[in-house]
């Protein structure tokens, strides 16, 4: 069990030039993930478990921030995957990243599930040494009930995201993409293989899920003004019908 201190923490992210430490939290899929920037230092840790997210969340965090040599008192803020994913596994890190935050009186934000899984092919694509230059990155997470979660995004001049088709929930379908090479990431392709299909296709990503790695990378690359109260932390489902999932 982890007692956090009632005293808040210093609020090192109004003074520029002063390290940064950063925890973020996401169980919207069937992996578990957490990651700890402490300066510039970034340690993750990543698990599939379709099953006990709420067992394994905390003491991951708990274990990321030893390694980071830092403590929850060190911390300035708190990101959490806000979805859309897993109904439960949403809400479980969300209500998780919300009660540290809480203690601590610290700000939040929220990562789509979608951006983070753009990320995350965007770098792996740079990592194999591709141009990704026109790259129309597809994100699909299978919502069942015949649907997907959907958006696609393009790489800005900053190396942030751009997004050029909105989150959704969706029957299997992606508009034409205009003169974009596509690479196609995430379960809904796995589920839905023709979703993956056309020449502009260059790869294929069926089973990547999101990665706190590439969630870290987005909130460094995020204004000021994207961070919440921790009671304006809100999971995204995109979907009214929650009950049982």
Not at 20 to 37: F, K, Q, R
Not at 161 to 189: D, M, N
Request: charged share 25%; with cysteine; glycine share 10%.
């Amino acid at each position: 069990m982890v007692v956090l201190p009632d005293r808040p923490s210093a609020d090192r992210l109004q003074h520029p030039g002063v390290s940064v430490n950063i925890l973020y939290l996401d169980s919207s899929t069937e992996a578990c993930t957490a990651g700890v920037l402490a300066g510039d230092r970034v340690v993750t840790d990543f698990e599939i478990a379709p099953r006990g997210h709420a067992e394994k969340l905390l003491p991951m965090a708990e274990g990321l921030l030893e390694q980071a040599q830092i403590d929850f008192a060190d911390l300035d803020l708190i990101g959490f995957g806000r979805g859309p994913g897993s109904f439960t596994g949403v809400r479980i890190a969300t209500a998780m990243a919300q009660g540290i935050a809480i203690a601590r009186d610290l700000p939040m934000v929220g990562i789509s599930s979608l951006a983070c899984l753009a990320a995350g092919a965007f770098r792996r694509l740079e990592e194999s040494g591709e141009n990704t230059r026109d790259v129309e990155v597809r994100v699909a997470i299978d919502a069942r009930m015949g649907e997907i979660y959907r958006a696609a995004y393009r790489l800005g001049e900053l190396d942030g995201l751009i997004t050029v088709v909105e989150e959704a929930v969706t029957e299997p379908t992606f508009p034409v993409a205009q003169g974009s090479r596509v690479v196609a990431c995430g379960t809904g392709f796995g589920r839905y293989p023709a979703l993956g299909g056309g020449s502009e296709v260059i790869r294929v990503e069926p089973e990547a899920l999101p990665h706190a790695r590439d969630a870290l990378a987005l909130i460094r690359k995020l204004p000021e003004s994207e961070r919440i109260a921790a009671d304006e932390a809100v999971p995204s489902y995109l979907r009214d019908k929650v009950a049982g999932r």
